[in-house]
């Protein structure tokens, strides 16, 4: 099997020029890098690819760490990662967590074994601060607001979106509005802020309008058999163009209007408006803070659907 030293000898160039020209070093001339790739050709050497990766300190090889391999959430962002990865010639391996503490402590601890060249992290249980022990070893890049760590993230203003969306429909008129939020609170930002903003803007006056637990279609459908007791309801809003999807299945929009939220192909076949956080986005942003690796938090806007 040929090698590096077989190449230069063949070629009549130094083990060095070859070496630049395997790692697309510019300052070769075209004519040795074309002699060079030539006789690469023709002894059919294929490069060490782990070899090349010691030698430069990258293996243009990042982690994705997502809380589920089916979520329409996950989906947009690792969209727009994949996106800009591909653009980049990045390969990107996701690591699904199910949120388990002790898979995600896994994965954080092979980044330090630089398994990888650094992480983007969609969604997580695990802290932001054993988090940021980990940016000694590799860059980490959060899809979520990380307050007062110093750890880049791209963040969605939820706390403006669900506030705005509220006060629109409470000076529309709207007096009873039922709410939709997935994890728990205290395991979930996304969900303390929807909270937060309810009390604030509606009040809570009646909890029992708040469905918990609610991430899929199939607690779509759960939600509106749930929210189908209740009489004179104005508003659903959700946490999720599916979610909303599914409790159509039992309500229609002439009953109560329905508001999904991340503008996917159901809300346009239903027809039923919807916020956009521009996931895609996202996670084209994130993936751009990572390979730049520096310190930075970039804001997402968002915007309101009607329906066509």
């Known amino acids: 099997m040929a090698n590096i030293r077989d190449i230069a000898r063949l070629s009549g160039y130094s083990v060095s020029t070859v070496s630049r020209v395997l790692n697309n070093h510019p300052y070769v001339s075209e004519d040795k890098r074309q002699k060079v790739l030539a006789i690469m050709k023709e002894l059919d050497y294929i490069p060490n690819i782990k070899a090349r990766h010691l ?21 947009k962002i690792v ?11 990045y390969k990107v391996t996701l690591l699904p967590t199910n949120y388990d503490l002790a898979v995600e402590q896994r994965y954080l601890d092979e980044l330090a074994a630089k ?12 802290s932001f601060d054993i988090i940021a022990g ?9 899809c979520e607001d990380t ?18 969306l509220l006060t629109l429909l409470k000076d529309q008129g709207s007096k009873k509005i039922g709410l939709t939020v997935g994890r728990p609170e205290k395991d979930s930002a996304s969900t303390a ?3 937060e903003a309810y009390r604030e803007v509606i009040g809570l006056t009646e909890p029992s309008l708040i469905f918990r637990d609610c991430r899929t279609y199939e607690d779509g459908i759960a939600a509106g058999e749930y929210f189908s ?10 946490n999720g163009d599916d979610v909303a999807a599914g409790i159509l299945q039992t309500l229609s929009l002439t009953e109560v209007t329905v508001i999904g939220e991340e503008n996917l192909l ?10 956009d956080h521009h996931l895609d986005l996202c996670g084209e942003k994130a993936f751009e803070l990572l390979i730049g690796n520096y310190i930075k938090t970039i804001i997402i806007p968002y915007n309101f659907i009607e329906p066509f």
């Open 134 to 142: 980990y940016l000694k070893y590799a860059p980490i890049v959060c």
């Open 79 to 89: 969209s727009g990662i994949l996106k800009a990865a591909f653009k980049a010639e």
């Open 147 to 164: 307050e007062e760590f110093p750890i880049s993230c791209v963040a969605i203003d939820r706390k403006k979106s669900y506030r705005d």
């Open 55 to 75: 030698s430069n300190g990258k293996s243009k090889h990042i982690a994705v760490m997502i809380p589920f391999a089916d979520h329409p959430y996950t989906d």
């Open 229 to 238: 007791q209740f009489d004179a309801l104005d508003v659903i809003v959700t």
């Open 266 to 275: 159901s809300s346009r076949l239903l027809k039923f408006p919807t916020v």
């Open 193 to 195: 802020i929807a909270l």
């Open 115 to 126: 398994a990888w060249d650094g992480m983007i992290i969609t969604s997580k249980k695990i």
